[in-house]
């Protein structure tokens, strides 16, 4: 299952995080980190399909969404490829396919 490496690089990454966002998912607290989810965006705009799989999987959770604005607003000035991911996926939120 592909889709579940990526998942678990969310929930098992250790070292700082700038953000974390929470969600429960039953008896589970999953967790995304604003950093991995940069990264992750940056793999997705280059074609890895296990990265897009990843937000495909997500798009219900509105803790993810919340990092995706804040990615796509790029009120940090980051730049790069992840703002301009993060638009694409925000889209797909309201849109989903």
């Not at 992750?40 to 604005?69: G, M, N, Y």
């Amino acid at each position: 299952m592909p889709a579940q490496g990526a998942f678990e690089k969310f929930v098992a990454c250790s070292g700082p995080a700038r953000r974390i966002h929470c969600y429960r998912l039953g008896r589970v607290a999953i967790m995304f980190y604003e950093d991995h989810i940069r990264e992750t965006l940056i793999e997705a705009c280059h074609s890895s399909d296990e990265a897009d799989r990843f937000f495909r999987l997500h798009l219900d959770k509105p803790e993810l969404l919340a990092i995706l604005v804040r990615i796509a607003k790029d009120d940090d000035d980051y730049g790069g490829d992840a703002p301009m991911t993060a638009a694409y996926y925000v889209q797909s939120f309201l849109h989903p396919c």
